[in-house]
């Protein structure tokens, strides 16, 4: 049994031993490099919500419509690059976004955790977006067109979802009703 405490006793001291330079080292680095202190601010620029609510960055020029089976509209729609805060740090939606369309019910709340459930395929609508994909730059706008084609009568309630390649999203609907 001593023979065993010996050995705990020298593996337990080189890790204390181990731990403490990579303290002193750590230390050391961050008072001669002040910088590295500041690239922990890259990470500071997460979305409020991170996602789960919109960011309100789609304004469309149309969001109720009254069509016929067959008969097609063009609706343009307008993603801004808009500025959000985090602490002093000015921060952006922007990058790489990709708008999707999708069926889902009468808006009523705006937590993504419970639209994004009840998303499905679009069904009973012709709908194409364009562009599909594109680049938002900060405080600009990127315009984009819905056409929108019904091929059956009902009631249809039509989100157009960007989703950020920083994990935000913004969505809007439209009301479409085909007679």
Not at 23 to 50: I, N, R
Not at 140 to 147: L, M, S, T, V, Y
Not at 170 to 176: A, F, L, N, P, T
Request: hydrophobic share 40%; with cysteine; charged share 20%.
């Amino acid at each position: 049994m001593k023979k065993w405490h010996g050995q705990i006793i020298f593996v337990s001291l080189m890790i204390l031993l181990i731990a403490a330079v990579i303290l002193y080292m750590k230390e050391d680095t961050l008072l001669s490099h002040p910088q590295a202190e500041t690239s922990e601010l890259v990470f500071s620029c997460v979305p409020p919500g991170y996602g789960e609510f919109s960011s309100n960055l789609i304004f469309l020029d149309k969001t109720v419509i009254t069509l016929k089976p067959g008969k097609t509209v063009t609706l343009i729609g307008v993603l801004t690059g808009k500025a959000f805060h985090v602490g002093n740090e000015t921060c952006y939606y922007d990058g790489n976004v990709t708008l999707r369309a999708y069926l889902g019910p009468k808006t009523s709340k705006s937590a993504w955790s419970y639209i994004g459930e009840k998303l499905t395929k679009v069904e009973g609508l012709d709908v194409k977006i364009d562009p599909q994909k594109l680049c938002l730059k900060p405080n600009e706008r990127a315009e984009f067109k819905i056409e929108i084609t019904p091929q059956k009568a009902g009631t249809y309630y039509l989100y157009i979802v960007a989703v950020g390649e920083n994990g935000w999203k913004s969505w809007d609907v439209i009301e479409v009703e085909v007679s």
